[in-house]
């Protein structure tokens, strides 16, 4: 049974941090690039950050890009997003995701409000 459960989000002020964290099983981790995608309210799913197979080749949506930074352990099966220098726009519900976007695996979310 294929699951990603994330983790790690909440609310943290402006100019705080945060790491999420996805937990992977029941396929092979190792084989899939991955990603971050965020939701807020009344908009549409956007992609925030990719990494590949290898953790060799990293892509941002321009608005974190510097800030946001999304790595790997594929012996913990486990892709992290390090989240710094929050804004009140990066509040959203995040979520991970193995292959594409259409015919990938998908997690539930976490949410990360950003506020003072």
């Known amino acids: 049974q294929v699951q990603l459960v994330e983790s790690g989000g909440g609310l943290v002020q402006p100019g705080g941090s945060l790491r999420l964290s996805c937990a992977a099983s029941g396929f092979t981790f190792s084989s899939y690039g991955l990603s971050w995608y965020r939701q807020a309210p009344g908009k549409e799913r956007e992609l925030v950050a990719f990494?590949?197979?290898?953790?060799?080749?990293?892509n941002y949506l321009a608005s974190v890009k510097g800030r946001f930074t999304i790595s790997r352990d594929n012996a913990k099966n486990t892709v992290y997003l390090q989240m710094n220098s929050l804004k009140p726009e990066d509040t959203a519900v995040y979520y991970c995701n193995a292959g594409t976007y259409d015919k990938g695996f998908w997690g539930k979310g976490t949410l990360v409000t950003v506020s003072s």
């Open positions: 990494i590949s197979i290898f953790g060799s080749s990293t």
